[in-house]
């Protein structure tokens, strides 16, 4: 078993920063790609960024050159920096890691449960 742990959200002023963390545990012999998506009220999930073992990185549209995606050296997690806020970065983020089990390569995505940051006017 693998359980994520996501830390970081809470209410912040427009403008402002918040930086998300993403910890994975559990039954792990690697881990791939990881990312963080969120979820909007009423609206779909969608990718916001991405971030692979080799530590490319792609951004959605809507974030680039506002948030930073990064790998902690422990290799176990994730962080999502996020600066200049808006009202609409508003959701609840999710981070998802492909944990990879054994030597033999087997693996599957997991996801977190979700932090909410709201941004207010």
């Known amino acids: 078993q693998v359980q994520l742990v996501e830390s970081g959200g809470g209410l912040v002023q427009a403008g402002g920063s918040l930086t998300l963390s993403c910890a994975a545990s559990?039954?792990?012999?690697?881990?791939?790609?990881m990312g963080w998506y969120r979820q909007a009220p009423g609206k779909q999930r969608e990718l916001v960024a991405g971030?692979?073992?080799?530590?490319?990185?792609n951004y959605a549209d809507s974030v680039k050159g506002r948030f930073t995606i990064s790998r902690g050296n422990a290799k176990n997690t994730v962080y999502l920096q996020m600066n200049s806020l808006k009202p609409e970065d508003t959701a609840t983020y999710y981070c998802?890691?492909?944990?990879?089990?054994?030597?033999?390569?087997?693996?599957?995505?997991?996801w977190g449960k979700g932090t909410l940051v709201t941004v207010s006017s």
């Open positions: 998802k890691v492909y944990v990879i089990a054994s030597s033999l390569y087997d693996g599957m995505d997991y």
């Open positions: 559990g039954s792990i012999f690697s881990i791939d790609d």
């Open positions: 971030i692979t073992i080799g530590r490319s990185t």
